[in-house]
C-alpha cells in the first residue's frame, strides 16, 4: 500500500466510531471532518468547549452522523475522569472502533533550566498520561470493535529548547511501540504512529512566528494517511511509524 497517496473510498470509515483528541484545531479538526464525511461516527475531545461546539457544529451540518463532544481538559484529567468518559461511551456506543492520540502543546521554546514547573507537569500529563490513561479505560471498548485501530500523531523534537514537549513526545513513541507488542496477537488491536512533518497548524505557527505559514501544507491534506490507518484497509499493519 502507498500510503503516502492513499485515497480513502467514499465509505471507508463507515458506522466506524473514532475518538479523536485535540479535535478543535489542526490536524484533529480536519481529520474529525474527514472521517465524518467518510461515515464515521466522530467523538470529539478537547478541552476548549467553545471550539468543540464549533467543531461540533461543522459536522453536524455535513448531514451524516451526529457526533459526540467530550469535553476534557488532557492536562488535568485523571484516571477517573477518562473511566467516567469510558462508561458513557459504552452506554450510548458500545464500543470504539479508532483511537486517536492527537492533541498536543508546546508552551513555548524554553532552556530546561528556566522551563516552568508547573507547566512541564501538564505537558508530561498532556502527552504522556493523557494517552496512557485514555488508553487503558478504552481498551474493553476497543475489544469489542472487529477492526480496532490506536494512532498516534507524533513529532520528533529531542533537540535544545523543546523542553517537556520534546521529552514526552519522544516518550509516546515508547508508549506506541510497547501497546504494538502488546496488543498484538489476541487482541488484534492494531496501534500505529504518524509523523506528519511541518503543517500548516496553530502550533507551527505559533512556534515559528518568523516563517511563512504558506509554505507549508493545510491541515487538511495530510489526513488522509490518518484515514488509511483508522479503515479497514490497514488491518494487520501495526507497530508502524509512517513519516509524511
Not at 36 to 41: F, I, R, W, Y
Not at 147 to 161: G, N, Q, R, V
Not at 189 to 216: A, D, M, Q, S, W
Request: proline share 5%; aromatic share 6%.
Amino acid at each position: 500500500m502507498d500510503i503516502a497517496n492513499y485515497q480513502p473510498a467514499a465509505d471507508c470509515l463507515q458506522d466506524r466510531i473514532i475518538m479523536i483528541t485535540g479535535a478543535t484545531r489542526g490536524i484533529g479538526k480536519a481529520l474529525a471532518l474527514d472521517a465524518a464525511k467518510l461515515g464515521a461516527t466522530v467523538l470529539l475531545i478537547a478541552k476548549d468547549l467553545k471550539r468543540l461546539e464549533q467543531t461540533y457544529d461543522e459536522i453536524e451540518a455535513l448531514g451524516k452522523a451526529q457526533p459526540a463532544m467530550l469535553n476534557i481538559d488532557l492536562e488535568s484529567a485523571g484516571a477517573d475522569d477518562y473511566q467516567t468518559v469510558a462508561n458513557s461511551v459504552h452506554e450510548e456506543y458500545g464500543r470504539i472502533d479508532g483511537l486517536v492520540h492527537n492533541a498536543a502543546r508546546v508552551g513555548g521554546l524554553t532552556p530546561l533550566q528556566q522551563t516552568d514547573v508547573t507547566l512541564w507537569s501538564k505537558l508530561i500529563t498532556l502527552h504522556l498520561h493523557a494517552p496512557f490513561l485514555l488508553t487503558r479505560a478504552c481498551l474493553p471498548l476497543l475489544q469489542k470493535s472487529q477492526d480496532p485501530s490506536i494512532l498516534f500523531s507524533i513529532d520528533e523534537a529531542s533537540k535544545a529548547y523543546w523542553g517537556a514537549y520534546g521529552v514526552s513526545k519522544a516518550g509516546q513513541i515508547s508508549l506506541m511501540n510497547i501497546l504494538a507488542e502488546e496488543l498484538d496477537g489476541d487482541q488484534q488491536i492494531r496501534v500505529n504512529g504518524i509523523h506528519p512533518g511541518k503543517v500548516r497548524t496553530h502550533l507551527r505557527t505559533h512556534n515559528y512566528p518568523g516563517l511563512n505559514p504558506n509554505e507549508f501544507p493545510a491541515a487538511e491534506d495530510v489526513t488522509n494517511p490518518y484515514l488509511y490507518f483508522l479503515s479497514e484497509e490497514s488491518k494487520a499493519v501495526t507497530g508502524q511509524l509512517f513519516r509524511i
